[in-house]
Every structure is written in C-alpha cells, then in structure tokens.
C-alpha cells in the first residue's frame, strides 16, 4: 500500500520569507508522480507543482521548487517570498497504477505580515 | 473551459434520508474521481471512472453508496440511509487521462443531523 506522511501539522512563517514542507512517502513502485496540492480556506483544491519520478531535476514553478530525493522517499516543498495569498493547507500526494491520489495529513502554512 | 463544478455546494439532511450529488467534470476530461475528506484530513479516495465505466472503488465506499457517470460526461454519488459519520466534503476531480494532474471542484459539505 501507498502512503504518504507529513510531519509538519502547522508552520508558519514571515511575509517574504522562505518557507520548507516536509513529505515523505512510501511506494513499491518505480514509476509515480508526486504533487503538491494548496487549498485556501473554503477554496477548491489547486495544483502546485508537479514532479515525476523517473526525473532527476528537482521541478520548479516560479516562486515554489521541490526537493525530490527518491532514495530517501522524500518530497518536499519550499516556497521562496511568501506571501500572503500562500495562507492555505498544503497537502502532497502521490499517484501511480490505478491512478487514484494518495494525500498526505496537510500541513496548515500561516503568513504573518 | 469553466473548471469542475459541483453541485450542491452545500447539503444539510437529517439521518436516514438519500442525498445524490453531481460533478460536471472538464470537458474532454475521459476520467473522473470522487474524494472523501474530513475536517482537518486530506482527502481520501472512493472510485473512479474511465469514460462511463467504474475502474476502482474504495472499501469506503460502502454499499449505501453508489457512483453512476451514465454518458461518460457527468456523474452522479449517491449516499442512501445517510449516517452522522458521512458527514464531510466530498470532492469530484477530473483528467485528461494517465498520470495527468487532477483537477478539483469546488466540492459538495454534507452535513447528516
């Protein structure tokens, strides 16, 4: 069975700071991507960036990259310049063969002005 | 494009009674899942389909429960004899197919009195 864990239930950090996620999960498979999904509050789920797994480059999109260790299992999200409109649960989730979504616990990310 | 809707967004219902809820996925969207997720959890998985057929369903979803997408265009979840635990947000996300991101709607609250 797939899992993913994530650590952090709550962080928070300074507007235009540097913030880091932590995930980790737990696959048999070779193949599978890992997400970060942010869902403000009362808002619909939104994606954050993806990242294969056959890829050795860590993604990046704008202002969020990931830190991708396969071997450690370990997939985690830094948001550079945090701003107020990053306020949200962040959940990382994995995906493979039957293509269902396995979600972490959330990480709830405060932004203090 | 006007993303996944879901309807209702909100449900109140009293114990015993049915409630069906409706997702319009993206169009040309061949697959279409439904989530279940609790106050402060990340979502979990219930089924999924591939055009009009049911590929997956979770050991949650029990036989109270029933997912229908008829045309492979909309879809419908079901819930008969509604219970206090099924209270929660259930989401519908859609993809253009393998490995491709998930696109969440907005989700329906159900709240069973």
């Known amino acids: 069975a797939q899992t993913v864990t994530q650590s952090q239930p709550e962080m928070s950090v300074q507007e235009a700071e540097t913030v880091t996620l932590s995930c980790t999960y737990d696959t048999s498979e070779s193949d599978y991507y890992l997400f970060w999904y942010k869902q403000p509050p009362s808002r619909q789920m939104i994606l954050v960036i993806r990242?294969?797994?056959?890829?050795?480059q860590n993604a990046t999109e704008n202002r969020f990259s990931v830190n991708f260790q396969k071997a450690a299992k370990s997939f985690s999200l830094k948001i550079s310049d945090s701003q107020l409109g990053d306020a949200a649960m962040y959940f990382c989730?994995?995906?493979?063969?039957?293509?269902?979504?396995?979600f972490g616990q959330g990480t709830r990310l405060t932004i203090n002005p | 494009d006007t993303g996944v809707s879901q309807d209702p967004r909100h449900k109140i219902t009293k114990r015993g009674q049915n409630v069906t809820f409706r997702c319009d996925p993206i169009?040309?969207?061949?697959?279409l899942y439904w989530y279940r997720q609790t106050l402060g959890q990340g979502p979990e998985f219930l089924t999924y389909f591939q055009n009009e057929a049911q590929l997956e369903k979770s050991r949650l979803l029990s036989d109270r429960f029933s997912a229908e997408r008829p045309k492979g265009s909309f879809s419908t979840l079901e819930i008969q004899r509604t219970e206090q635990g099924d209270s929660a947000m259930y989401l519908c996300?859609?993809?253009?197919?393998?490995?491709?991101?998930?696109?969440f709607g907005p989700g329906t609250r159900l709240t069973v009195t």
């Open positions: 169009s040309e969207h061949n697959r």
């Open positions: 996300a859609s993809s253009p197919g393998l490995n491709y991101e998930q696109y």
């Open positions: 990242q294969e797994a056959y890829k050795q």
């Open positions: 989730a994995l995906i493979q063969g039957a293509q269902k979504l396995v």
